[in-house]
């Protein structure tokens, strides 16, 4: 009986610890084309739904979707109603892995084969490099997953009698409830459905429990999978809280949909030509109902959006406000977060600028003054979040994008101690020569041109600067302005080029750091 149990448990480790392993070598396999896939076909709820299903069902995590979902909003790139979708869809894809329980565990028996596919997927995995690796890791993850199935299922034939339907909370409906709550309890304390479905399906397939006890722990387990994400929200930033919350309450919506229709479908789960067994019907019933919700939410999802942001406001924006501790998890995304905060600080330099160089009736020096609390801030988060990025040598496309991001740094470092040069701004803003051509600069700060209409705007500015050099030196050789007017203009001047230069090549790398998103 002690041999039965210790097995057991160490089935659902290995199970666990397989399913991490392939769901992290998937996730890395499939890189920053899956990002940009995601975010090119995610436009409407719709599209969100099937994507977020395929993408879940391919990486086999919920949680990585969800968390480059939360980035893409973060990043002003889809709506908190697009994301939505995405989020019913990763509710489908997730029960991807009861189907490859049900109909490739339980029915191949792959356990044995695994067992060498395990030696050589670990020798790729230790030895090899780059993706080669990650796949040597995904095979071994996923030889593991079905040895810990086996092993779990070899184990229940020495707990015979130990667990069975008539020692678990009774057919009713106060028996289902609490059979809810613990499949709920078994999802929090293992932290992953995918191995409670299993669970659930191997106590099913030996008799343990009935279709009915299972179906009901399966409920819980899909409202218990949201619990993980709820606690990581509680210090994560809005966008992260409100995702959270909405997963929670859309997983109880659909518990409340599912729950009193099990009697009902049962018999359709049990006469399908896939198969009328009873974990056949398990995961079909897991698939349909998570579905089912989905369509039931699908046409309610700018009314469920829009009630997620009155129970989940806005907090007071500042600029650092992106980088979200969440989004760390997934590569692609904290790099959108990055390259959304340095377009922000640049942004606010330029909007700073833009209204202590307004013409007198509409200028206001508040915004300049202002910005070294907001800037200095910004700046040290994100060279911290810069700093906890770890990207292999063989993503270019990663590896261009992060060398953008520090080049950003550096320019906006720069640009925050010209933009306290006061009395260069002030010269500037009150001469009828330079004023314009300066607001064209405060102006491509703050409304991001192309890099080609950036580098149009350098080469204007320089030639400006140069020829009213000149102009200053013979106003001050023909007498109109004495010698310390002569530098005043001339430090204007080279402010004027210098921070034109910086908006130049905050263009370049802002385009580079925020990566192809088509």
């Not at 198969?275 to 897991?286: I, K």
């Amino acid at each position: 009986m002690t041999g039965g149990i210790l097995g057991f448990l160490g089935g659902i480790g290995l199970f666990l610890f397989g399913m991490e392993t392939m769901t992290a070598a998937l996730r890395d396999l499939a890189g920053e084309r899956l990002r940009r896939w995601l975010l090119r076909i995610t436009r409407t709820p719709l599209r969100g739904v099937l994507t977020g299903a395929a993408i879940t069902g391919l990486v086999q995590s919920s949680s990585a979707v969800t968390v480059m979902a939360i980035g893409f909003v973060g990043a002003g790139l889809l709506s908190f109603s697009q994301s939505l979708g995405i989020l019913y869809g990763a509710n489908i894809g997730t029960t991807a892995t009861g189907w490859i329980v049900a109909m490739v565990g339980f029915k191949m028996k792959l356990g044995t084969l695994a067992l060498p596919v395990l030696f050589l997927a670990a020798l790729t995995g230790i030895f090899g490099e780059g993706r080669l690796a990650r796949w040597g890791r995904m095979l071994a993850g996923l030889s593991l997953l079905f040895i810990g199935l086996d092993l779990m299922q070899a184990s229940m034939a020495g707990m015979e009698g130990m667990i069975t339907p008539d020692r678990l909370p009774d057919d009713g409906w106060g028996g289902r409830l609490m059979l809810v709550a613990l499949g709920l309890g078994l999802t929090a304390i293992m932290q992953s459905s995918s191995a409670g479905v299993a669970l659930t399906l191997v106590l099913l397939g030996s008799g343990a429990i009935s279709f009915a006890q299972a179906a009901a722990m399966v409920i819980g387990m899909n409202i218990g999978s949201t619990l993980t994400g709820v606690l990581a929200s509680l210090g994560g930033g809005v966008e992260m809280r409100r995702t959270a919350l909405a997963n929670l309450l859309f997983n109880t919506g659909t518990a409340l949909i599912a729950f009193p229709l099990l009697d009902m479908i049962s018999p359709l789960l049990h006469a399908t030509l896939i198969g009328r067994d009873d974990q056949t019907a398990l995961v079909l019933f897991h698939t349909a109902f998570n579905l089912t919700g989905t369509l039931v939410f699908l046409p309610l999802t700018k009314h469920f959006a829009a009630l997620m942001q009155r129970l989940v406001p806005d907090r007071p924006v500042t600029l650092a406000a992106a980088l979200d501790p969440a989004l760390l998890t997934d590569t692609g995304t904290a790099l959108d977060a990055a390259a959304r905060t340095a377009g922000a600080m640049a942004e606010a330099v330029g909007a700073a600028l833009g209204a202590a160089l307004a013409p007198p009736d509409r200028r206001d020096l508040r915004p300049l003054a202002a910005l070294p609390g907001q800037l200095d801030p910004a700046r040290q988060a994100l060279e911290r979040w810069i700093s906890q990025l770890r990207i292999p040598a063989d993503r270019p496309e990663a590896m261009a994008r992060m060398a953008a991001l520090m080049h950003l740094i550096d320019h906006l470092a720069r640009l925050s101690a010209r933009a306290r040069e006061y009395e260069r701004i002030a010269h500037l803003a009150d001469s009828p020569r330079l004023a314009r051509p300066a607001r064209a600069v405060a102006a491509a700060l703050r409304k991001r041109p192309r890099p080609g209409q950036a580098q149009r705007l350098v080469e204007r500015v320089q030639g400006f600067a140069r020829q009213h050099r000149r102009g200053a030196m013979l106003r001050e050789h023909a007498g109109i302005i004495d010698l310390p007017g002569v530098f005043r203009e001339t430090d204007a001047l080279r402010w004027l080029d210098r921070v034109a230069d910086h908006a130049e090549r905050i263009a370049h790398y802002r385009e580079i750091a925020e990566g192809p998103t088509t």
